[in-house]
């Protein structure tokens, strides 16, 4: 949609729909697509909405002003980037014609059809596209609360970017030859590759500034996401810097003090290090859990094809807060799955049956300096969930393949690019 | 039947706007290739390539026959009538992109 006439032509064309097809024209208006939350499920839906359904009266609701992404946020650590690069403005959407509103939900009610908002407005709706993401478990690792995150960033939420300028500012307060400690969760959680990236990207920037300096890698399991590519890229990049502990290896944090930077595993080792990143357990965020939408594991069951609720039908739960399992908790596949959502949000809408479904991942990580790996995944629907489709997707070829590695950082940085277009251009 | 008319009335009415809309199959593919397909700096662009191409680009990923970084591991997970699909809406698009 890039010129007036275009939009124009949009609006009439909506108002013919609405004169042809009673069953969406209501009689205050267009049909509400109310989107909560702005990362890259919602970003996305909100313009994937205006954009191949413009009859929709889309409402975005997101508390920051500006989006920060998870991905490149380890790159940040690096030094690589700045927190400039890394955040969205949602003007974009603005321009697509969406209704940006920048408060909380505070409350959902599927059968009234409404969300009530922490500064006191309700906003009504006729379906919902809600992309919460995540929540972490504060105390799943004892110690470990809201409060200790300000002495050991977690920077997995990032919300105003705060986190993750913590986690930087400490690095580089660290002295040379200090130790950054790294707690790992188990599965499910949001971004696979994630940690072992920042492990990557924390590695690249002690070797260039900090070389006597070492990395803890504690983890709640014992395999994890292109873990044979890490693992060659680590020692051919940082030697011994890095120490991965596995799950089997007494790997698993279970407590840990401020304080003194202590993390204390499962067997009782107690590792004091300069630096301490604590990724804790996840579940789906607050308001997807008050709203009765998540289950007994903490993630939301939902209809593989509409994405809609199993629990609140009209709410079209997408991003990392559902249960899309074999489907990682990624940007790319809340940016993918929330068109979906969207499509059959509209469908529904119109009493039409939900489109055939197709979803798509791909996570490339950062290993060094030009250096990039990535898995990728096709899947589909079925009756009873999500399956990949056979001899499809997958990682990365191993062994000595600079140019390989070198495109797929060159690749890497052209998704974000593009992918952060898709979500809030 | 009515709401057919419509649609097909709407899609003549807005050439632009039908156009700028991929089909379902096809929006995976702008998460790497540009948010209007139109490439993104390394990645190149699908807009305005004979649906031929594009087809027969597939192919030959998904058979190894041609060699690529990830689009092999892509291409394999793709049907004939979805390859054929979003071949032929990247071709319908200009190659600069628009949207």
């Known amino acids: 949609m890039n010129s007036t006439l275009s939009r124009r032509g949009f609006l009439a064309a909506a108002a013919a729909t609405a004169l042809a097809m009673p069953s969406i024209a209501r009689a205050q208006g267009a049909a509400r697509l109310l989107v909560v939350g702005g990362g890259f499920g919602g970003a996305s839906a909100a313009r994937f909405a205006r954009i191949a359904y413009p009859w929709l009266d889309v409402t975005l609701v997101e508390p920051q002003s500006r989006f920060v992404t998870c991905p490149y946020g380890n790159l940040v650590l690096a030094g690589e980037r700045g927190m400039a690069d890394i955040n969205h403005s949602f003007d974009g959407l603005r321009a697509r ?20 908002l922490r500064g006191g407005a309700t906003l009504g709706y006729d379906r919902m596209i809600l992309s919460p993401g995540i929540a972490l478990r504060w105390g799943a690792i004892e ?32 002295e ?31 070797k260039r500034h900090k070389p006597k300096s070492k990395i803890l890698a504690l983890d709640a399991k014992d395999a994890f996401s292109k873990q044979p590519l890490f693992q060659d890229g680590w020692k051919q990049l940082y030697g011994d810097m890095i120490e991965w502990v596995p799950l089997s290896k007494d790997g698993k944090v279970v407590r840990v003090d401020a304080a003194t930077r202590t993390l204390e595993t499962e067997f009782g080792a107690k590792h004091q290090v300069a630096v301490a990143n604590i990724i804790p357990p996840q579940s789906a965020a607050r308001i997807a859990i008050s709203a009765g939408l998540a289950d007994n594991s903490g993630w939301v069951p939902v209809n593989p094809r ?11 739960v997408v991003g990392d807060a559902n249960n899309g399992a074999p489907m990682p908790k990624s940007g790319f596949v809340a940016n993918n799955t929330a068109k979906q959502a969207v499509a059959a949000a509209a469908a529904l809408l119109r009493g039409e049956p939900v489109p055939e479904a197709v979803y798509f991942n791909t996570c490339y990580s950062h290993v060094g300096d030009e250096y990039g790996i990535s898995i990728v995944g096709v899947f589909r629907p079925t009756d009873t969930g999500i399956t990949e489709v056979p001899n499809s997707g997958g990682v990365s070829p191993r062994g000595n393949l600079p140019d390989q590695r070198r495109a797929e950082a060159a690749y890497a940085d052209a998704w974000y690019a593009s992918i952060t277009a898709d979500a809030w251009g | 039947m009515q709401r057919a008319a419509l649609g097909l009335a709407l899609a003549l009415a807005l050439p632009t706007a039908a156009a700028a809309q991929a089909p379902l199959a096809a929006q995976g593919c702008l998460g790497c290739h540009g948010a209007s397909g139109a490439g993104s700096a390394a990645i190149p662009g699908l807009t305005g390539r004979p649906a031929a191409e594009l087809s027969a680009a597939m192919r030959a990923f998904a058979a190894n026959e041609r060699p690529g970084t990830i689009m092999g591991r892509i291409a394999r997970g793709y049907t004939e009538a979805e390859i054929a699909a979003l071949a032929a809406h990247f071709a319908a698009l200009p190659a600069g992109g628009s949207r």
């Open chain 1, 97 to 116: 014609g969406v209704t940006v509103v920048h408060d909380w939900v505070e409350g959902i009610d599927p059968v009234a059809k409404s969300v009530r």
């Open chain 1, 143 to 174: 110690g470990y609360d809201e409060a200790a995150s300000q002495l050991l960033p977690h920077a997995w939420v990032p919300a105003d970017g705060g986190q993750t300028a913590l986690l930087r500012r400490q690095l580089e307060a660290m």
């Open chain 1, 176 to 206: 040379d030859g200090g130790v950054v400690g790294i707690s790992i969760p188990g599965n499910p959680f949001r971004c696979p590759p994630g940690p072992y990236e920042r492990i990557s990207m924390i590695a690249q920037y002690l």
């Open chain 1, 306 to 316: 509409s994405f809609e609720s199993r629990a609140a039908p009209g709410i079209h």
